[in-house]
Nanobody, 124 residues
Framework: QVQLVESGGGLVQAGGSLRLSCAASGRTFSTYDMGWFRQAPGKEREFVAAISWNGGSTYYADSVKGRFTISRDNAKNTVVYLQMNSLKPEDTAVYYC????????????????WGQGTQVTVSS
């Protein structure tokens, strides 16, 4: 059974940091690009960051560029990380990791497997 399990969310004050993890199991994703999305209440799911299968290329939404860093470890089962620094209240959302199976990094419908999400809340 394919599973993506996110962890690391929580409540943090503005300016603080969190590190999200996404652990994949059930099959190997070491040759797949992967991404992070987020969804705030009442808003559409939006792209946050993506990373190529070997970690050689990374992509970020303008809103998080310079503050967030995506990375991955393919040593055993694939684990994808999202280091979030200088957090702002507008970063509050449920964060999801996903496996890219299509061509566009930006569109949620290009991703085929999703985790259950982890809540990030940034207080002002």
């Amino acid at each position: 059974q394919v599973q993506l399990v996110e962890s690391g969310g929580g409540l943090v004050q503005a300016g603080g940091s969190l590190r999200l993890s996404c652990a994949a199991s059930g099959r190997t994703f070491s040759t797949y690009d992967m991404g992070w999305f987020r969804q705030a209440p009442g808003k559409e799911r939006e792209f946050v960051a993506a990373i190529s299968w070997n970690g050689g290329s990374t992509y970020y939404a303008d809103s998080v560029k310079g503050r967030f860093t995506i990375s991955r470890d393919n040593a055993k089962n694939t684990v994808v990380y999202l280091q979030m620094n200088s957090l702002k209240p507008e970063d509050t959302a449920v964060y999801y990791c996903a496996v890219k199976i299509g061509t566009s990094y930006l569109r949620p419908n290009q991703y085929g497997y999703w985790g259950q999400g982890t809540q990030v809340t940034v207080s002002s």
